[in-house]
């Protein structure tokens, strides 16, 4: 299981105080208001940067750093990952899961049939999607809906899944 869990990416520089706007990759954008630190991905390096002030603009969030006081100290971080540690994650529901648990697990029908690897999640607005690698063919989509969805096993890295009539037909290309 993944320790660290993304909660957004610095996309450039804002103003010349050191500023920096994010794009958040949290489903709560307001919790940047709460936290107090992040652990910034730049170049491979990891370093805990304390948050000093937070405020929204359209979709993302201008965020000023402790010790970050012009243009040039914030270059340092564009393009950078935010990271916070499982401890300062969000509480999730029942049947809710962080996407850094989901993907890699390996994914099965109610039949046992081995359908392939998670290795990636589309957000579409009415449900996620889970894209499902599988060997020599290509990868299946899977809605993340309860009809489809069966067990989810983070222990064991499984997951178990009911495909619809359609389902696979859709996935190769042959039902219109």
């Not at 979709?59 to 402790?66: L, P």
């Not at 996620?128 to 020599?136: G, L, T």
Request: overall charge negative; some cysteine; glycine content about 8%.
């Amino acid at each position: 299981m993944e320790e660290l869990l993304q909660v957004g990416a610095v996309t450039s520089t804002h103003g010349l105080r050191g500023e920096v706007k994010v794009y958040p990759t949290t489903d709560e954008p307001s919790r940047f208001k709460k936290l107090k630190e992040v652990i910034a991905d730049a170049g491979g390096r990891q370093v805990t940067l304390k948050i000093t002030q937070t405020r929204f603009f359209k979709q993302m969030v201008i965020i000023r750093f402790a010790g970050i006081d012009t243009i040039e100290e914030a270059e340092k971080y564009k393009g950078a990952k935010l990271y916070v540690d499982r401890e300062h994650a969000l509480s999730l529901a029942e049947d809710e899961y962080f996407y850094a648990d989901l993907e890699g697990l390996t994914v099965r029908t109610e039949e046992g049939e081995l359908l392939g690897v998670i290795r990636d999640i589309l957000q579409t607005g009415a449900n996620d999607v889970y894209i499902i690698r599988q060997e020599n063919k290509k990868d299946l989509l899977i809605p993340a809906i309860k009809d489809c969805i069966r067990q989810v096993d983070l222990e064991h890295g499984t997951m178990t899944v009911h495909l619809l009539p359609g389902l696979r037909e859709i996935n190769e290309g042959g039902a219109e």
